[in-house]
């Protein structure tokens, strides 16, 4: 018997988008292992999420499970890989190339998930005309004449606070459709664009806070 | 008048910390701009947030607005960033010193806001010994001896996550209170020990699906 319950048109809900990725590693780590079929009972048993969530989570990915044996492991990777938009290469610019921005050019782990950095921007002197891991560094001032070339959907926002915005609304100018912002600062886009905030700095904080409650104890 | 709402020692919940930041980034920029006074209905047009939430986040905060002219700023970002504990060095290891790991390492914002990566693991011969950014790479292996010369609370994790786990386990044998995830897995601790999970894959999954959708249109 085979179930698929639900179109793949449905908007997906961003705690399933996130939970995903941990059924993709689980199924990998699986895969090493040697097994063939995972259950959404066996996933639940792993990593501590109720079965029927799972179920519901991958409901949403376009893929059969079947009684008793459950899904079959290397179709599930390739169609969670494939789903999570890891298997497409998404071109991208990094915007600031400070400290945290040089980080991200470094992370050549970015590029096994999707995402290639094609180029950086700054203001920097020294840094303008180099590279970093094979990525160069242009001045900010020729994004709109790369953006013709490089045709990239997706900003990497990684400047200080204080152009956080600005810089945001020259990429949203220049053709800019999703900004990955590492910044602290809440930026503001039109409502066609797609912002993804990822603080280290508000993590930091949460854990911070946590950590010292637990400590206190 | 002086409003004091909440007693600090309520939990505060992780959105409201996820909050703070914000207004912390937004507090800054308005000093830098010789601004001394700030009303939570200043930040809420800012940064597109309701002004009676904004007043709700910082109730858990000790800071006292003022009716009229609002908070004095100067001591809203000391207040924030003692809150946030970004002016606390949080000493911490790395487990991991692959792509991500080392890009960590690298990252010299991350002492700004408090962390303090004093050392690095892995088991790469051709790391171990090394230093990067003056961060000194140990074999997994000296881990427990260092832990009793060092003492850190914080573990941040970097590995595959092939042994994201086994490695987890290990650092909290060893004495970690907190564990900074980055890898896609989704571990399990005991009740008493802190996670925080950025999983930037997760944060791209996410990412490249609300970009598909809006290309889509």
């Known amino acids: 018997m085979v179930t698929r319950t639900r179109k793949c048109t449905d908007k997906i809900p961003e705690p399933t988008l996130r939970r995903l990725p941990w059924y993709l590693s689980n199924a990998k780590l699986l895969k090493e292992k040697g097994e063939k079929y995972v259950s959404s009972t066996q996933i639940s048993k792993e990593i501590n999420i109720d079965a029927s969530q799972i179920a519901k989570d991958l409901s949403y990915v376009n893929i059969a499970g079947r009684t008793r044996v459950g899904y079959e492991i290397e179709l599930l990777i390739e169609v969670l890989e494939d789903f999570l938009g890891f298997t497409n290469i998404h071109r991208a610019y990094l915007f600031g190339v400070g400290s ?6 470094q ?5 096994h998930f999707g995402l290639e950095i094609v180029g950086a921007f700054d203001i920097n002197p020294d840094l303008v005309g180099t590279s970093i891991n094979g990525i160069p560094i242009y001045h900010s001032d020729e994004f709109e004449e790369r953006m ?3 045709r990239v959907n997706i900003g990497v926002l990684t400047v200080p606070i204080n152009i956080a915005q600005e810089i945001t609304d020259k990429m949203v100018d220049g053709g800019i459709k999703a900004v990955w912002n590492f910044t602290p600062f809440r930026i503001r886009v039109p409502e066609h664009i797609v912002v993804q905030n990822t603080s280290l700095y508000a993590h930091l904080a949460v854990m911070f806070n946590r950590l010292n409650e637990t400590l206190k104890k």
């Open 107 to 111: 992370d050549s782990g970015l590029l």
């Open 148 to 150: 013709k070339l490089d």
């Open 100 to 105: 945290l921005g040089a980080a991200l050019l």
